[in-house]
C-alpha cells in the first residue's frame, strides 16, 4: 500500500495486489517471495489462479479477490490464510492452500480468536460482542463472495465489491447472500424452532 496526500490528508491507494516480490534483499524477516521460476507475489493476497501457475488468464476477478482479503483482514487482524501456515509449508502445499483451503468466514474467526479478540476489538474501537455483531451477516458474505475459489462466482470487477460495501453502510441490500437453498433449510429449521448454522464450507453466490 501507499499513503499520500491529497488536500492535506492521508489516502491510502493499493498498489499491490499479490504481484511484488524483492529484488535484491529481504525486506524483514516477515517478507515472502519465491525463487526464479516460481510465482511471483504475496501468496496470502494471491487468488487461486495466480496460485495455478497454468495458462488461464489473470483478470479483474483476480483483484475482487485480493480485496476481499485486505477487507478480511480489516475486520479481523488476520488474513484468511494466515502468513504463518503458509511460510512454513513447502510450495507445493501453499499452492494448494491457496487453491483449496477455505477459510472461516470473518465472524468466525473472530470467535475462535480468543484472547487475541479484545485486542482486535480495541483497535477497532469497539467491544468484541459488538464487533462480532457488526461484521457477523451482510460482511461475512460480502467477504466470502470476493474469496471464492471459483472465480466464476465473484464479482467481475471492484466496483461491483465496492458497492455491497457502499450498501452496508447505507443499510441498503446488498447483492452477496447465503446459497439459495440455506435460506430455505434455515427458514424450515426456524419453523420447528431449531438454529441451522452455516458451514464455513458454504459462501456467498
Known amino acids: 500500500m501507499l499513503v499520500t496526500l491529497a488536500d492535506g490528508q492521508p489516502i491510502v491507494k493499493v498498489i499491490d495486489f499479490g504481484v511484488v516480490k524483492a529484488t ?26 495466480q496460485a495455478e501457475m497454468s495458462c488461464l488468464d489473470i483478470d479483474t476477478r483476480s483483484d475482487v479477490y485480493s480485496l476481499g482479503v485486505i477487507l478480511y483482514e480489516l475486520l479481523t487482524g488476520t488474513t484468511p490464510l494466515e502468513a504463518e501456515k503458509l511460510r512454513t509449508a ?13 477459510p472461516p468466514k470473518p465472524s468466525t474467526r473472530l470467535s475462535t480468536s480468543g484472547e487475541r479478540l479484545t485486542v482486535i476489538a480495541k483497535h477497532r474501537s469497539m467491544t468484541p460482542e459488538k464487533l462480532k455483531s457488526q461484521v457477523r451477516g451482510d460482511l461475512d ?3 466470502m463472495k470476493a474469496l471464492e475459489k471459483d472465480r466464476g462466482r465473484r464479482d467481475e470487477a471492484a ?5 455491497d460495501i457502499k450498501s452496508y453502510f447505507s443499510a441498503s441490500p446488498i447483492q452477496a447472500s447465503p446459497p439459495l437453498w440455506y435460506t430455505a433449510v434455515h427458514d424450515l429449521f426456524l419453523e420447528i424452532g431449531l438454529r441451522f448454522p452455516l458451514p464455513d ?4 453466490h
Request: hydrophobic letters at 40%; a negative charge; charged letters at 20%.
Open 24 to 49: 535484491n534483499q529481504q525486506l524483514t524477516e516477515k517478507t515472502l517471495f519465491t525463487a526464479f521460476g516460481q510465482m511471483i507475489g504475496t501468496p496470502q493476497y494471491m487468488s487461486p489462479e
Open 90 to 102: 513447502g510450495f507445493v502445499e501453499m499452492q494448494r492452500l491457496i487453491r483449496e483451503k477455505e
Open 201 to 204: 464450507c458454504y459462501w456467498a
Open 159 to 163: 466496483s461491483h465489491f465496492a458497492l
Open 141 to 143: 458474505w460480502i467477504v
